[in-house]
């Protein structure tokens, strides 16, 4: 049973990113991937697309996402603003960059990306999470807790509850 459910997640996951993506065939394999985790697989043959397809978003995109996975995070951070270059409304990728500032110790960029992405999508969940984590280390507490209150919006669930169902653990 827990196959099963392991697979739904994957598939839904492979959904919402090929919806994200556009539909891009290029960005399949890369994908697929991605779902293994084949990270170094997904940047070498990122690279290897980009010679030919400069302008693909969703290789840039797929290419930051593995870099951050490995912990090169520079590079992604890069990778994800090529990404911007070529599909600026991306709040995916400035979130994915968040992040990696916030790896990198460097909050104030993270919450300039986060208030970036807000500004695409005001309702954009890991959008105020992040946000939120990008205040707290910069000591900006009770800031920090009104973007986390704001990333998880449902009344009606403790923050115990919205937390899992979050993160699903």
């Known amino acids: 049973m827990q196959f099963v459910s392991?697979?739904?997640?994957?598939?839904?996951?492979?959904?919402?990113?090929?919806?994200?993506?556009n539909h891009d065939p290029l960005c399949q394999s890369l994908?697929?991937?991605?779902?293994?985790?084949?990270?170094?697989?997904?940047?070498?043959?990122a690279?290897?697309?980009?010679?030919?397809?400069?302008?693909?978003?969703?290789i840039?995109?797929?290419?930051?996402?593995a870099l951050a996975n490995l912990g090169r995070y520079g590079e992604a951070i890069d990778s994800f603003a090529q990404t911007l270059r070529y599909c600026p409304k991306a709040k995916e990728a400035l979130v994915f960059q968040a992040v990696c500032w916030i790896h990198q110790e460097r909050p104030e960029a993270a919450l300039n990306c986060c208030d970036r992405a807000l500004e695409i999508a005001s309702d954009y969940e890991q959008g105020w999470?992040?946000?939120?984590?990008a205040?707290?280390?910069?000591?900006?507490?009770?800031?920090?807790?009104a973007s986390y209150s704001?990333?998880?919006?449902?009344?009606?669930?403790t923050w115990q509850q919205r937390l899992r169902q979050w993160f699903r653990f």
Do not use: C, K
Request: hydrophobic share 40%.
């Open 150 to 157: 704001h990333a998880l919006h449902d009344e009606r669930l």
């Open 31 to 45: 994908l697929q991937q991605m779902m293994i985790r084949q990270y170094e697989t997904v940047v070498s043959a």
């Open 60 to 65: 840039w995109y797929l290419r930051g996402d």
């Open 6 to 21: 392991n697979l739904l997640t994957i598939s839904e996951s492979l959904q919402r990113q090929n919806v994200s993506l």
């Open 135 to 145: 205040l707290h280390r910069l000591g900006r507490y009770r800031d920090a807790y």
């Open 129 to 133: 999470l992040f946000r939120g984590v």
């Open 47 to 58: 690279t290897q697309l980009l010679v030919n397809f400069p302008d693909s978003y969703g």
